[in-house]
């Protein structure tokens, strides 16, 4: 079984940074994507930023040009830079990794909370 262990959330004010990381039990390489997703509460969980095996990127709207996802395949980690944070950026945070045929993955989760 896979295991995704995300690291790296906390508490920090408006207009700043953390990263977080997802390290993975399997080479990282054998996903076809990975992701990074978040829940606010009371809200539906949605994608934040993913990555796939051939290093394509996509982002949601809300956090484009502010957070950045990228791998380290040697580490079999995967991080989410996350600059000029904001307070609407609070939630939980889930790393995901996808392999084929329809294996589908999902970490704990870590807490980001953004406020002054």
């Known amino acids: 079984q896979v295991q995704l262990v995300e690291s790296g959330g906390g508490l920090v004010q408006p207009g700043g940074s953390l990263r977080l990381s997802c390290a993975a039990s399997?080479?990282?390489?054998?996903?076809?994507?990975m992701a990074w997703h978040r829940q606010a509460p009371g809200e539906e969980r949605e994608l934040v930023a993913s990555i796939t095996v051939i290093g394509s990127t996509n982002y949601a709207d809300s956090v484009k040009g502010r957070f950045t996802i990228f791998r380290d395949n040697a580490k079999n980690t995967i991080y989410l830079q996350m600059n000029n944070l904001k307070p609407e950026d609070t939630a939980v945070y889930y790393c995901?990794?996808?392999?084929?045929?329809?294996?589908?993955?999902w970490g704990q989760g870590t807490q980001v909370t953004v406020s002054s």
């Open positions: 399997d080479r990282i390489a054998s996903f076809n994507a």
């Open positions: 995901h990794a996808a392999r084929a045929p329809s294996y589908a993955y």
